[in-house]
């Protein structure tokens, strides 16, 4: 159930990196995102468009000397954009909890299984050595890990892929964390494997917490995910809830994402492509991020469109959509 | 049938390891006719890189013979299957890697023609200014070096490299695995229209599913080291016969809210090849398992509807999309 209770509010966002040969670029855009409590919001784009970025700022594990940051990032309505590195110590793992791709750079590699979960929970929640190894316990086992009594001795470089993703995702939500963060949880997983994690963090991400699933491929966010934000370029270029971004995208960048991913519902040989290149960070920004790419651009695309609302609940950044906006009064004609 | 280009037959494959032998290719036969884009669909470790090695006689088999161009080529040596190798390319996932940053593009292109003394210096480069246009890069692309392109860029100058001595065949290993999605499309797109003129063969291996039924005629599933099912692409996803495959085709994430029905989680972790189940390899983790299945193993058959399977109970399980593929979607 989608409660009303905004867990997470990004206002604004923008973070300006330094290149390489001198110079800056942005690799967010004021990036403007809520979540809700017991709701998943999809993050979906190409490489280096900011996704990553996003996740490590909403973590607070940003550093890049250098960087700007500007904007406000709420978590239960308090501040934490520049909050000191131990105040973020507190909160990451009690009321934020993340989920990379590669779980061997979230667990310690010379630490069992047991301890990592145990000393996690002794940090956060201040219960003594026996009660925090049966609430570890009950986190492999709620992650579906079989026999977990033996796995609490395990390194993590002794269980398969999958099994490591488990006993990340307990980590994340063992001390009861109001936002989730996962960045391409199954991006390195086989299909099997994926689809496991993917029905495990239906399952339980939304809980009792919101979350994010950023992920690279728009299929495994329509299986996850209630609604979802298309980035493009650092700039969020679309957003609503999934089945209607799907079923009709108004921004060109969106569909032309469904048209190049092939499907087993579709007549084979039809593959559609996006032109061009995906940007690189030193590429010229103004106006429509997409533009060089996409085939609508006209004149009109020099100046950078607003996210607008283009049907309840669904804003699109562009000039020229696909469909026509619904009218607000349309419904009662 | 046209005569296969390539045929192998019963390629067996370990390897040594501190926990044992690794049985990497169980007993592999396979054909690829001219012209055909056969693909290798399978999770990792289940021997797809092992299978293509092995077809390009770059690593030890146990057993097994191969042909091409109607030669046993399986027991060659190096210098003897030189002359094979100008017929028989192969691309690999990573196009950082397979391309030397220090050369220029025209001399990466040229140097298959080098090292076959093809053509002389005029001649040669003419040859790359072909292969350029051919994969649609520019023709100032020559005098740049690979860090100066981007993924899918560098995935087209490994395409041109594996064309420049103009092969019947490519073994391509995880082509477009590390391409964003709109680019995959760019290559996969390239790859149809290069086989169209020259009527080139593809074997192609690759892990999704939905790419795989895109782009081949044929698929071959595998499962640690056999493969479980053979046939034709719209067979394979509208009839699977392998309990894996129908796993398979319910395990790939997609944005077609009628494949989100009914869908088939396998339990476990895919067994590791040191330790193979007894029986049917799959059984372990099969939904329709019943006590034959660990005692026997099921070998590759002519399937009910024209293809291969290696089960006992072929066809049980129904596709997610036994539906034919509905023309245009019209929104
Ligand atoms: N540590 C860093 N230093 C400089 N630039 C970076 C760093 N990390 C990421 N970037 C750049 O920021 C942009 C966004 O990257 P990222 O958020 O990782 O993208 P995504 O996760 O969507 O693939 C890219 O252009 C990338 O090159
Ligand atoms: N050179 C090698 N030495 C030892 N084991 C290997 C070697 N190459 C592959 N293997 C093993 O053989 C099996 C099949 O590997 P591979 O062919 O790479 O699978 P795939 O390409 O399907 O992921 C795996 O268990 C792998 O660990
Ligand atoms: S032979 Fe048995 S275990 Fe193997 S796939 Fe068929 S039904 Fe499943
Ligand atoms: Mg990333
Ligand atoms: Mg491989």
Redesign the interface.
């Known amino acids: 159930m989608t409660g009303t209770e905004t867990v997470l509010a990004i206002e604004d966002l923008t973070v300006d990196l330094p290149l390489s040969g001198g110079g800056r670029f942005r690799a967010l855009d004021r990036v403007n995102l809520q979540v809700r409590r017991g709701e998943i919001l999809g993050l979906v784009g ?2 280096g468009s900011g996704k990553s970025m996003l996740s490590l700022a909403v973590l607070g594990l940003t550093g890049i000397a250098g960087e700007r940051i500007t904007g406000r990032i709420a978590l239960l309505g308090e501040d934490v954009l520049g909050l000191s590195p131990s105040a973020w110590r507190r909160l990451r793992g009690s009321a934020v909890g993340m989920v990379f791709q590669d779980p061997m750079t979230g667990l310690n590699p010379v630490r069992s299984i047991g301890s990592l979960l145990v000393e996690s929970v002794r940090r956060h929640q201040r219960l003594d050595r026996a009660t925090s190894k049966t609430v570890a316990l009950d986190a492999l086992r709620s992650v579906g890990i ?1 026999s977990p009594e033996a796995r609490m001795k395990a390194y993590p470089h002794q269980l ?1 892929g ?2 490591r993703q488990r006993v990340m995702i307990a980590l994340a939500l063992i001390n009861r964390p109001s936002v989730i963060i996962a960045d391409e949880p199954t991006t390195a997983l ?7 994690i ?2 495990l963090l239906r399952a339980r991400l939304a809980d009792r917490a919101g979350g994010i699933l950023i992920t ?5 966010a ?2 996850v995910c209630q609604r979802l934000a298309v980035i493009y370029q650092g700039t969020i270029v679309e957003q609503g809830q999934t ?1 209607e971004v ?3 995208p108004y921004h060109p960048y969106t569909q ?14 039809r ?5 061009g ?2 940007p ?1 960070p030193g590429d010229r920004r103004e106006g429509c991020p997409f533009r060089s790419r996409c085939a609508h651009a006209d004149e009109a695309c020099a100046a950078l469109p607003v996210l607008a609302e283009v049907a309840p609940d669904h804003l699109a950044r562009c000039w020229h959509p696909l469909r026509a906006a619904t009218s607000p009064f349309e419904d009662a004609v | 049938m046209t005569e296969p280009l390539l045929e192998a037959t019963d390629l067996r494959v370990t390897f040594g390891s501190a926990a044992g032998r690794v049985h990497a290719l169980d007993g592999v036969s396979l054909a690829v006719s001219p012209g055909e884009t056969v693909s290798l669909v399978g ?2 470790g289940s021997g797809k890189s092992t299978l293509a090695m092995a077809l390009m006689c770059a690593v030890r088999r146990d057993s097994g013979a191969i042909r091409f161009e109607d030669a046993e080529i399986g027991r060659l040596s190096p210098k003897a299957l030189k002359p094979i190798r100008r017929r028989l390319q192969m691309i690999f996932q990573d196009p950082y890697a397979s391309l030397d940053p220090r050369l220029t593009v025209e001399a990466i292109l040229a140097e298959p023609l080098v090292a076959h003394a093809i053509g002389d210096r005029a001649e040669r480069r003419t040859r790359v200014a072909e292969l350029l246009e051919q994969v649609g890069l520019p023709p100032d692309a020559a005098q740049r070096f690979p860090s100066q392109f ?1 993924g ?2 560098r995935q087209r100058i490994a395409i041109a490299r594996a064309l420049a001595l103009r092969p019947r065949m490519i073994i391509a290993d995880e082509p477009v695995s590390a391409l ?7 290559v ?2 390239l790859l ?1 229209d290069i086989q169209a003129k020259t009527g080139i063969a593809y074997l192609v291996i690759a ?5 795989v ?2 782009i081949s005629d044929r698929i071959l599933v595998m499962y640690l080291g056999r493969i479980v099912e053979e046939g034709r ?2 067979a394979v ?1 509208r009839q699977p016969q392998h309990p894996y495959t129908v ?14 029905r009914q ?1 088939i ?6 067994p590791s090849p040191i330790n193979r189940p007894g029986g049917c390899p799959f059984h372990p983790r099969c939904p329709i398992a019943r006590d034959r299945c660990a005692e026997d193993v099921p070998s590759l058959q002519p399937s009910p509807i024209g293809g291969r399977v290696a089960c006992f109970y072929p066809g049980e399980l129904p596709s ?2 036994a539906k034919e ?5 019209i ?1």
Not at chain 1, 190 to 196: F, L
Not at chain 1, 271 to 275: A, E, R, S
Not at chain 2, 180 to 186: P, T
């Open positions: 190409e490489s079989p398969s999958g099994l086989d299909a099997t494997i994926q689809a496991q993917l029905d690279h491929d728009l299929g495994v329509a299986e089945a799907l079923a009709w032309g994402l469904l048209d190049a991913a092939p499907r087993f519902d579709r007549p084979r040989g593959l559609v492509p996006i032109p290149q995906p690189q | 999770e990792s981007s899918g860029q964003d999605v709109s680019i995959q499309a760019q996969v797109n149809r892990h999704d599913l939905a790419l039924y895109e692409a719209e996803v796993a398979l085709l319910s395990a790939t994430p997609t944005t077609d809210p009628q494949g989100r869908r989680v396998l339990r476990g972790d895919p997610p999309y593929a509905s023309a245009t979607i929104r």
